[in-house]
Nanobody, 119 residues
Framework: QVQLVESGGGLVQPGGSLRLSCAAS????????MGWYRQTPGKERDLVAA???????DYADSVKGRFTISRDIAKNTVTLQLNSLRPEDTAVYYC?????????????WGQGTQVTVSS
């Protein structure tokens, strides 16, 4: 059974930092993409940051220069460093992992972790 376990969310003041981690376990296959998305009530889940197996990264315009994504393929983890947080960064953050398993594409989601930015 595949599991993506997220950690690191919480309450932080504006300008503060958090570090989100996602650990993958189970029969996931060969990773080719790891990403973080976020969602607020009544809105769609949007991409925050992503990283490919080759190390190419992609960021939402609103987080460029503030957030950094990294991954450790050997440990099956993906991390998102959130700096200079703003109230509008408040959301549930979801880890997403895509892979190839038995020659088929797979798409896995974590359970989500709440990030609240407030004074």
């Amino acid at each position: 059974q595949v599991q993506l376990v997220e950690s690191g969310g919480g309450l932080v003041q504006p300008g503060g930092s958090l570090r989100l981690s996602c650990a993958a376990s189970g029969r996931i296959g060969s990773f080719n993409y790891m990403g973080w998305y976020r969602q607020t009530p009544g809105k769609e889940r949007d991409l925050v940051a992503a990283i490919t197996l080759g190390g190419n990264t992609d960021y939402a315009d609103s987080v460029k220069g503030r957030f950094t994504i990294s991954r450790d393929i050997a440990k099956n983890t993906v991390t998102l460093q959130l700096n200079s947080l703003r109230p509008e960064d408040t959301a549930v953050y979801y880890c997403n992992v895509r892979s190839i398993l038995y020659s088929l594409p797979r798409n896995f989601w974590g359970q989500g972790t709440q990030v609240t930015v407030s004074s």
